[in-house]
């Protein structure tokens, strides 16, 4: 039974799904825009909207934090704090979409886009 065990476990050790989450993260705040599984899609996407909230305000304290859950990428942290977050300054919530795919012709997996609103 699976008591008090949330989120997908993606079949990976906890140090690999971590470092698939960062990576994914970044490409989507990069990018504004990334083709994935729909799996991946909705366990990144609480990620992504709490790193956007703090991106509201902008404080040391903040920029520290998302640096540090993104792994030091400087240039994501930047593009977050100065054209990511000033776009949702009056939006409650709710800061990416997910939108279904046909699923992979080679795997058979179900694929979908998440992208920033």
Known sequence: ????HKGRSFNRPKNQRDALMKSLVRSLILHERISTTEAKAKEMRP?????????LTDTVANRRLVSSRLGGDAEA???????IAPRYANRPGGYTRIIKRAPS?????????????
């Open 1 to 4: 039974m699976r008591h008090q």
């Open 47 to 55: 990620i992504v909207e709490k790193l956007i909230t703090f991106g």
């Open 77 to 83: 942290v930047t593009k977050l704090f100065s054209s």
């Open 105 to 117: 012709q080679t795997t058979g997996r179900a694929e979908a886009y998440i992208a920033l609103v």
